[in-house]
């Protein structure tokens, strides 16, 4: 008998023990509550969109009269429109202004050879001045700028670099092709 009191005391402890089913770590959530989709904004047109481009171009022109000829030497300064990458484009030029005004008056147009040599570089704004550093700086010299604001805004009004010359805005250079 008691053979058998001690086996079903161990069936029992056993199944007490060992029997148990074991709980899961996964909690029960409620289904979350399903909203009605929103509808999307309206797509805008690209005529309606205001694309206002973030570079900036300042020009500065010097025109020399030697003989009969007008030599025209243009700097002109862009930046912003990648990061800190910056260039100056110097374009110099030279043409008869009686021949220019007379083709012009017949209905021709006067073409003049143009050398354009472009210096790319980086630019830096601190303190109201813009600091123009060349890529190639065996070549060009580091330029710095002053920068003048208009009244009452914070919009750049014109460039002036260490010789006092001052760079007005311009328009930037067009991508071209050449065929």
Same mark, same amino acid.
């Given at each position: 008998?008691?053979?058998?009191?001690?086996?079903?005391?161990?069936?029992? %402890?056993?199944?007490? /023990?060992?029997?148990?089913?074991?709980?899961?770590?996964?909690?029960?959530?409620?289904?979350?509550?399903?909203? #009605?989709?929103?509808?999307?904004?309206?797509?805008?047109?690209?005529?309606?969109?205001?694309?206002?481009?973030?570079?900036? /171009?300042? &020009?500065? #022109?010097?025109?020399?009269?030697?003989?009969?000829?007008?030599? &025209? #030497?243009?700097?002109?300064?862009?930046?912003?429109?990648?990061?800190?990458?910056?260039?100056?484009?110097?374009?110099?030029?030279?043409?008869?202004?009686?021949?220019?005004?007379?083709? %012009?008056?017949?209905?021709?147009?006067?073409?003049?050879?143009?050398?354009?040599?472009?210096?790319?570089?980086?630019?830096?704004?601190?303190?109201?001045?813009? &600091?123009?550093?060349?890529?190639?700086?065996?070549?060009?010299?580091?330029?710095?700028?002053?920068?003048?604001?208009?009244?009452?805004?914070?919009?750049?009004? /014109?460039?002036?670099?260490?010789?006092? #010359?001052?760079? &007005?805005?311009?328009? /930037?250079?067009?991508?071209?092709?050449?065929?």
């Amino acid at each position: 008998m008691r053979k058998i009191i001690i086996l079903t005391l161990m069936i029992v %402890a056993h199944i007490l /023990c060992f029997g148990q089913k074991k709980k899961s770590g996964r909690t029960n959530l409620p289904f979350p509550k399903i909203e #009605n989709p929103t509808r999307p904004r309206e797509a805008k047109r690209i005529e309606d969109l205001d694309l206002v481009s973030s570079e900036r /171009c300042f &020009v500065y #022109n010097v025109e020399e009269k030697k003989d009969s000829l007008l030599f &025209v #030497n243009e700097n002109l300064l862009e930046y912003g429109w990648a990061g800190d990458n910056a260039r100056m484009v110097i374009t110099s030029y030279s043409y008869d202004p009686i021949k220019k005004e007379a083709a %012009a008056k017949s209905g021709y147009v006067l073409l003049e050879e143009r050398k354009m040599q472009f210096v790319h570089g980086s630019y830096k704004i601190q303190n109201d001045m813009l &600091v123009f550093t060349p890529e190639k700086k065996d070549k060009f010299k580091i330029r710095k700028f002053r920068l003048l604001y208009t009244s009452r805004t914070k919009e750049i009004d /014109c460039l002036i670099d260490e010789e006092n #010359n001052k760079f &007005v805005p311009g328009d /930037c250079l067009e991508p071209m092709v050449s065929m």
